[in-house]
Nanobody, 121 residues
Framework: QVQLVESGGGLVQAGGSLRLSCAASGSIFSINLMGWYRQVPGKQRELVASITSGGVTNYADSVQGRFTISRDNVKNTMYLQMNSLKPEDTAVYYC???????????????WGQGTQVTVSS
């Protein structure tokens, strides 16, 4: 009933930039918290940044000052602008959204399929 589709990943040199997008679709009534996570093989998925429906943001210390999270509540889309990328930013990036569908009062956490970001040194 709800799909999250990420786009914008790819290969970039250290110091470069990428912009990730996450579009939510389906029988959506509203979206509460949204966020970006990343995961490398053998490690737990970690929070990169999150944003509330009111625009309050939170960042991991490792990306503070380099990444910017934003969202368009009309388009149900979230973005992650990543600047000054480092090789250690290499990971699969997942979007997350807490969604209330039109036939429910509950917010359910949904995940995208992931997009690969590779930063070469």
């Amino acid at each position: 009933q709800v799909q999250l589709v990420e786009s914008g990943g790819g290969l970039v040199q250290a110091g470069g930039s990428l912009r990730l997008s996450c579009a939510a679709s389906g029988s959506i009534f509203s979206i509460n918290l949204m966020g970006w996570y990343r995961q490398v093989p053998g490690k737990q998925r970690e929070l990169v940044a999150s944003i509330t429906s009111g625009g309050v943001t939170n960042y991991a210390d490792s990306v503070q000052g380099r990444f910017t999270i934003s969202r368009d509540n009309v388009k149900n889309t979230m973005y992650l602008q990543m600047n000054s990328l480092k090789p250690e930013d290499t990971a699969v990036y997942y979007c997350q959204a807490d969604v209330r569908i039109t036939t429910s009062f509950a917010y359910i956490r949904h995940w995208g399929q992931g997009t690969q970001v590779t930063v070469s040194s």
